[in-house]
């Protein structure tokens, strides 16, 4: 996609959201990071009718470790995975403890190091929590990529890097949830709304949907 392109796409998706922000329901670093955790393979939806629950009883590491893990798992039982992310979550909360002084890292390096915790949710929590221009490639964001022609690539790493290089500085602070969006709503997996799409001159899906 040609630099021109680029910009235009991303003027157009902050017209429409100028503040952009994950649907996760959180009100500290720590929240927000174990929500990504538990958001795995699980909706945001599903996630926050969990911590609705979860957070006024124990939004803090020490309040978690306090629960255990079967009484954390009481709590997110309808999460898909809910199992290996208690246990995730208990280990986390016992690292920060032991690591940190109970307060979430800001460097990728020792985000990546705690228990459930890959470069993608790494990446969410330095762009959200920390306003770090990072890009965490979901499903979401891996199809718009690839669909648009925005940085087309086989695997998420690919597509990440090459996002990065091509998106403005402007823009990329924000580029993270624009995209996540864009993908959940829009540019959806099945049936993506190509007739009420914002960018689809821009595009360079061959498939998109006719206009009814």
Request: contains cysteine.
């Amino acid at each position: 996609m040609k630099r021109a392109d680029v910009i235009e796409l991303f003027t157009r998706l902050r017209e429409l959201d100028p503040h952009p922000t994950t649907e996760l329901l959180y009100t500290s670093p720590f929240e927000l990071l174990v929500a990504v955790v538990l958001s795995a393979q699980a909706t945001d939806v599903g996630v926050n009718k969990a911590t609705r629950k979860l957070y006024p009883v124990a939004n803090t590491p020490q309040a978690i470790l306090d629960l255990g893990e079967d009484g954390l798992k009481r709590y997110i039982s309808t999460i898909g995975l809910f199992n290996a992310k208690a246990k995730n979550v208990i280990a986390l909360c016992g690292q920060l403890l032991d690591r940190h002084g109970g307060e979430v890292p800001r460097s990728r390096e020792a985000l990546e190091a705690l228990p459930g915790v890959g470069r993608k949710t790494a990446n969410v929590v330095l762009n959200t929590a920390f306003g770090e221009p990072t890009i965490a490639v979901d499903t979401h964001i891996f199809r718009v990529a690839n669909r648009t022609g925005l940085a087309p690539g086989k695997d998420v790493r690919t597509v990440e890097d090459k996002l990065l290089k091509v998106i403005p500085a402007e823009f990329r602070q924000d580029a993270h949830h624009w995209l996540i969006l864009h993908g959940r709503y829009v540019c959806k997996a099945r049936k993506p709304d190509c007739p009420h799409c914002v960018i689809r001159d821009l595009c360079r899906y061959m498939d998109k949907t006719p206009t009814e």
